[in-house]
Every structure is written in C-alpha cells, then in structure tokens.
C-alpha cells in the first residue's frame, strides 16, 4: 500500500509508512515536518523548523485501526460529545474511519497541501441518515492550517456540531495560562448539570477541566512558558473552543494513556458546538478552519 500511494502522489518530501494497521503519511518541506494518517484523516505531528512539536501523542497510543489514536488533532463530526441517541460513539462516526487520501501537492509557497476526503456508506446511514461531502484539507507551512468542509448534499437543512480536538504538547499542564477565552460563556460540563457562567478571565488550567466556551471567536494563545514559546490557535467560522485536561484522577479511565501524562498535553479545540451548532442549507456548505503556530 505504501508503494502504491508513492507512485500515486509524487509531491516532493512526501513519503508513506505503515505503523502496526495504520498508514502514516510524511512530510517534509522548508518550513516543518509531519505526521498523518488515514485513519481518522488525523494530524499526529508538526515540527516547526527548529522547533519542537506543538502536538502531543501518547506513549501508548493504539495503532491498530479500532480506535481512534490518542493524541495529535482528531476530528469530531457531525456530533461533539455524546451522540443524541444511546449506543452511538461519542464525537461522531469519522475520527475511527479511513479517510480517501485525494490530492498532495506542493504550492508554490512551499507549503506541502493535503486533502481528505469522506462520504457516507450503509453503515455511516443507518446512525446518521443524511447525505455529505466531508473534506479535511491540511497546509503543512510556518504554520499549520485545517480546514474542515461540510457539504450538505440533500434537498433540506442539516445541523451540525464539529471540532477539532487537539491535543498539544507542553512542558508542564497545571498552572498553564491560556488566553482568548475572555468575553465568552463557559460551560463547565464536570459540573452535573453542567455549570454555565460568564467567563471574563484568561484560564489558568487547574486539571482537571472539560470546558466548552461558547461565542468565542477571538484567538487563543497558550503560555507554555516552561518551554520557552507560545502557541497561536487562529479560528475561523468556528465560534466555540474547548478546554479539557484529565488531571490525575479521570486519566485513570483511559486505557491507552499513562497515568502519568496528564502533565503534558492539554487539549484546546476549535469547533462550534452546543448553541452554536451550524445549520447548512440545502446543497450549501460550511467551513472551519483553524491555524497553528508559535512565536
């Protein structure tokens, strides 16, 4: 398989791989290097030139095939969190899919461009009935860009909840300062029922959390002063983000993370999710897209 898709996609600092069930797809250009795969149409890792990694991946990760891999930047979609209907996976059906590799490229700039595509089939219908395109387009350059396309292929509305859950890789989880937040309402969904409040001030993260902040729009940056940089989350047509570490309790939970990991990674995702779910229109479409990068 590797050997096909390299006479297939010729793009210059693109390579393949399997990993254990996984294929795994290596870029290299004049600004980063990274890591996806197919399955989930996934990013795993993206080093900046001299740099390094803004994503995070467990040491135990699982790679073969049955679940999603723990770490890098997951796609949740048509739902985020738990499904309406019991017995249905939590965040959707495509982030434990293989997804069609369509389009590698390089641009002119530099930037190595790559393009998921996913469409439904019997099994993705018979949870949730509708017809799509989905296209997940990633820009490896000085920064990294995700643009996640919804097209809506049938004759009435559809609603939608997405997100990007990206795990990033920091020196030291408690006491990170994330700002951006400011002005926005938070929903603490540790709290049961969940807490909703104004949210006013920038986070300093106390795990555990699992927060989704409505109406924010606004870029968000994470201080991870230990390490000596600052990563930049910019948004657009995503109005929600999402905070969440497990600290040492929940983490206990999961089997493919070491207990002791939730020191190093916090998620923080672009999406819209709860009230601002996105309606698409008969045959229209809808695009988020998030950008990562460091000063």
């Known amino acids: 398989m590797p050997e096909q898709l390299a006479k297939q996609f010729t793009a210059e600092g693109v390579t393949f791989s399997m990993k254990d069930h996984l294929m795994m797809i290596n870029v290299e250009n004049e600004f980063a290097s990274a890591t996806l795969t197919t399955h989930g149409a996934s990013v795993l890792s993206y080093v900046p030139k001299g740099g390094k990694d803004l994503l995070w991946i467990s040491p135990t990760a699982i790679y073969n095939g049955e679940k999603p891999v723990r770490g890098g930047i997951p796609v949740c979609w048509p739902w985020f969190g738990a499904a309406k209907q019991a017995g249905l996976p939590a965040h959707g059906f495509v982030r434990n899919q293989v997804w069609h590799l369509d389009h590698v490229a390089n641009l002119e700039t530099g930037v190595t461009e790559i393009v998921f595509t996913f469409e439904p089939s019997e099994a993705t219908l018979a949870i949730w009935p509708h017809q799509f395109h989905l296209e997940l387009r990633i820009e490896v350059g000085q920064k990294l860009a995700v643009s996640l396309t919804t097209v809506n292929k049938n004759d ?32 603490d969904t540790l709290q049961k029922p969940i807490q909703v409040s104004a949210r006013n001030k920038a986070i300093t993260l106390a795990p555990a959390m699992d927060s989704v902040f409505t109406d924010q729009t606004n870029d968000l940056v994470i201080n991870d002063d230990k390490a000596s940089r600052k990563i930049i989350i910019e948004k657009q047509q995503a109005s929600s983000a999402i905070v969440w570490n497990p600290g040492p309790e929940i983490i206990k939970g999961f089997a493919d993370v070491p207990e002791q990991s939730w020191v190093d990674f916090v998620c923080v995702e672009a999406g819209n999710v709860f009230e601002n779910a996105i309606t698409i229109p008969a045959g229209e479409k809808h695009c988020m897209r998030m950008m990562l990068s460091t000063r």
């Open 156 to 187: 009435y509305d559809i609603e939608i909840t997405e997100a990007l859950h990206t795990y990033f890789n920091i020196k030291e989880s408690a006491g990170l300062l994330i700002s951006g937040v400011e002005g926005s309402t938070e929903h």
